[in-house]
């Protein structure tokens, strides 16, 4: 049955780009409130094409943007079927800056046989690729092998706040899953799966440099007054050090150290840093002393200024004192840290950083934990299930694992 499938899902491939590109064409920019409604559109066509392949679902609503929540009517699905729930999110970041886009970020456009939008590898990509499998399924076997429950959020790109409070009102379906397939992930390399074991979490601030009560000529003022500028400058400047380690105290006390069995594993994936420099077409890579590339993406935290925001931008010379100075900065950590205590951390030392004659306020814009969980067993569930097309494989990382997210710690799947 499975080889119809996927049969169907290759003769209907004119299909399923179609619908994809009206759903990556929908700018469901969460963090921005002048795309709500298109949100909510994104929302409500991933509940309508659910609702046409068979599936039962509503939208639920949130303090913000809505969850859509589907599952399998007894008809669809065997009695005695497994309880699959499938986790996905249709919400997209911005897509600025819009002049370094090849093409319109809302406008889909297939080069290379890849399809180019906003959304198209995080996450709309994946749930589309499920939503043509269940049509695919459907149009087949007029059934599914499983019963599923779909959940998909529309605020992960903020920090899923509200996706708490709808699990919890709908505790009673969702518990009764065996299975949970989240796609909100990658593969390591071309030939090489990978389990995903787990997440990294995130601290999210917005920092404010303020000064005098307007800008100023530097001409009259320069040498006189605070310049915001200069001091959130000098301030982001000092939360490294030389050997790329972040200076805030106590940061790194709770860090789970990364393990030698560890440390063999990752060093035996066909990984090259010529090869990532080539990629990116950057001269050298940067990054906390002693550890590899792999280590700090995976097992490390860090600290990275995300935006900048001061004075005059246009075209042209201005001799302004900027009144304000803003920056967005970012943390990930990994298993044992707690965000709010990092996050009471930050605060304190860039208080402790600025100068004379400036105010600093903060902005919170997320505080998630890590969320790690064992890769062991799956390492064993996976093990001969891969199809035989797969190369063998780097050897599995052991667990128990440590953490991760944007970039995470890789299983590499076992074969048999």
Known sequence: MLDSVLLWLEKNRHTWLAQAKQFFAIPSVSAQSQHDDHTRAAAEWAHEYLRGVGLQSQLVPTAKHPCVLATTPAEFAPADAPHVLLYGHYDVQPP??????QTPPFTPTVRDDKIFCRGASDDKGQVFCHFAA??????????????LTVLLEGEEEIGSPNLRDVMGRHAELL???QTLIISD?????????????GLRGLVYFQVNVRGANSDLHSGLYGGAVANPANALARILGQLHDANGRVTIPHFYD?????????????????????????ELNVNALAGEAGFGTLERRWARPTLDINGLTSGYQDAGAKTV???TASAKVSMRLVTNQNPDKIADAFEAFVRSLA???VVVTFDRFGASPPHPTCCGCWNSATAGSLPPHWPDPAPPRPAPPQQRNQCRRKAPAPRS
């Open 355 to 357: 100068p004379p004659g």
């Open 321 to 323: 004192l900027p009144a």
């Open 96 to 101: 600025d800056p819009l002049d370094q886009w």
């Open 185 to 197: 992930s990658d593969q390591f390399a071309p030939g090489v799966p990978a389990i995903t074991c």
């Open 175 to 177: 518990r009764t899953a």
């Open 254 to 278: 709770d860090v789970t150290p990364i393990t030698a069995e560890e440390r063999r594993a990752w060093a035996a994936l066909p990984f090259d840093d010529n090869a990532l420099m080539r």
């Open 134 to 147: 269940l049509a695919a399924w459907r149009d087949i076997a007029r059934e599914l092998p499983v019963r």
